[in-house]
């Protein structure tokens, strides 16, 4: 089996039946869905109770793994990947919406960029964010077979957020790569598997429509997350090797992807205690950031005005966000 979509889902019955609609609509068949019912018993589950009257609507490649009592959103998923059957999977949100073509353009670009002694270990795609009116940007080089060993720029570029790839899972079963449980740390999952993998693609399609929006996690799980991911190369002996495309990844996730989240929060006192954060993060590495060769040549037109002047961009950001 090719693929496994994996889903915990976390009482939004709605949310999720949109979700497993689009993926029955697949042109390729050769999928499975790991479906992981986290709501717990109170007294009973309802998504297994939508589940009970719309099992056969969505398909018979479905299994069904019931919590009995919420464990999270990571302990669901590492229980998704040690069950499932596909030799890659992919991580999807309640409410997502699987572009009919998934299947058969990852499964195609997989076959056609293949090679004997590389495998393909994660492959990127790009998503639509309807309210935002907007995709997500492969910033890598896109329909080439990159190696993370050689090919450094693919942890300075790769997108953080696990819903723009899917990955090996016999790699990822093999390492005993985990999403840690109880927080999100969904960007130390990819560079945990960065760290061990020989084949990286990026390819141009949209395969999905994703909400940008409120989050029903901690923001700052995603700060925190970096420290594991510094040390986990300092552990496997990394950190200097690929210094500099870690920090250029860091500096850019705050400054972009941490601060486009909160705001979308819109909660006052959240974006103050965020930029304060995010100004403690970057003091420590301001100095260094300067010197680090990626930012000569952005490609990202909006990060660049931001390296041109983060001081005055952070700034701008408190003006908007906290007054």
């Not at 993926?23 to 709501?39: A, G, P, R, S």
């Not at 059957?85 to 919406?97: L, R, W």
């Not at 990127?124 to 940007?137: A, I, M, T, V």
């Not at 084949?199 to 141009?204: D, M, N, R, V, Y």
Request: contains cysteine.
């Amino acid at each position: 089996m090719f693929l496994s979509f994996l889903i915990v889902t976390q009482n939004n019955p709605v949310k999720l039946m949109k979700t497993l609609m689009s993926i029955k609509e697949q042109t390729n068949d050769d999928y499975e869905i790991v479906l992981v019912d986290d709501t717990g018993f109170q007294p009973k589950s309802p998504t297994l109770e939508v589940m009970s009257e719309h099992f056969y609507n969505v398909g018979k490649k479905m299994q069904v793994i019931t919590n009995l009592r919420s464990q999270g959103f990571s302990y669901g998923l590492n229980t998704a990947i040690g069950v499932a059957h596909g030799d890659y999977f992919m991580i999807v949100d309640e409410g997502e919406i699987i572009h009919k073509t998934a299947v058969a353009v990852l499964k195609e670009n997989v076959t056609k960029h293949q090679v004997e002694h590389k495998k393909i270990d994660m492959v990127e795609f790009r998503l639509n964010y309807p309210h935002s009116k907007g995709n997500s940007e492969i910033r890598n080089k896109a329909n080439v077979l990159l190696s993370p060993k050689t090919d450094k720029e693919v942890l300075a570029y790769t997108h953080s957020l696990v819903f723009t790839k899917i990955f090996r899972r016999k790699l990822v079963l093999q390492k005993n790569i985990t999403l840690l449980d109880y927080r999100r740390t969904d960007a130390f999952f990819i560079y945990n598997i960065l760290a061990y993998a020989n084949g990286f693609l990026a390819i141009e399609d949209i395969l999905a429509d994703y909400e940008l929006g409120l989050v029903n996690y901690s923001v700052f799980d995603l700060i925190k997350q970096w420290i594991y991911i510094f040390n986990l190369y300092r552990d496997l002996n990394l950190y200097r090797e690929y210094q500099e495309e870690l920090e250029y990844a860091f500096i850019r996730f705050c400054l972009v992807t941490f601060l486009r989240l909160v705001r979308l929060q819109n909660n006052k006192a959240l974006s103050i205690k965020a930029i304060h954060s995010t100004e403690n993060k970057l003091e420590r590495r301001y100095k260094s950031f300067l010197k680090n060769k990626y930012i000569k040549d952005i490609q990202e037109p909006k990060f660049k005005v931001i390296v041109n002047d983060i001081k005055g961009f952070i700034k701008s950001w408190k003006l908007e966000n906290t007054k």
